[in-house]
């Protein structure tokens, strides 16, 4: 008996990235806004140990995610569509996947959060603005890639 690899491997893919990109949704529209709802010196705090618990879990969706795409594009035979610029679809994924491995690989450990704490302790309410346009951006550019991929996919 053979085991049937690609659709494990799109399974695998989409729940990573149903859980990865949720979460981002999930703390974008739902856990920034209700910050506002604590007191401001304690928003960053409750903030960060949210975060700490889900950034773990998004690096491991991401690293799922990487691998499980980088395996559909060999098992499929995509290279070269990919070398001559006729899967804009994989590109837009493949860029949003670097994007946030490099901001939760590099960026947040090296430098956002030791930023933001400092900025937390004199101006809380301005650290809740910068992460909430920043989670917009990131959320808004994950719809869009999501909806490009789908249509790609497709055949549009």
């Given amino acids: 008996m053979t085991i049937a690899w690609t659709p494990i491997l799109l399974a695998l893919h989409v729940v990573s990235i149903v859980f990865w990109i949720g ?4 703390v974008t529209l739902v856990l920034l806004p209700a910050l506002s709802f604590l007191p401001e010196e304690t928003r960053f705090a409750f903030f960060a140990e949210c975060e700490r618990r889900f950034g773990a879990q ?3 969706l991401i690293l ?3 691998a499980s795409g980088g395996a559909l594009i060999a098992r499929l035979h995509l290279a070269g569509a990919l070398r ?3 899967a804009w679809g994989i590109e837009a994924m493949i860029a949003l996947w ?3 491995a490099v901001l939760l690989f590099v960026l947040e450990p090296l430098v956002l959060h030791k930023a933001m704490r400092r900025l937390a302790q004199t101006d809380a309410r301005r650290v809740q603005v910068l992460l909430t346009r920043g989670h917009r951006v990131l ?3 994950a719809t869009l890639t ?3 991929g789908v249509l790609w996919v497709n055949g549009l």
Avoid: D, E, S, Y
């Fill in 84 to 86: 001559h610029g006729h």
């Fill in 58 to 60: 998004a690096r491991v």
């Fill in 64 to 66: 799922i995610a990487g």
């Fill in 23 to 26: 979460g981002v949704g999930f």
């Fill in 146 to 148: 999501i909806l490009g």
């Fill in 139 to 141: 959320l808004t550019l």
């Fill in 98 to 100: 670097v994007v946030f």
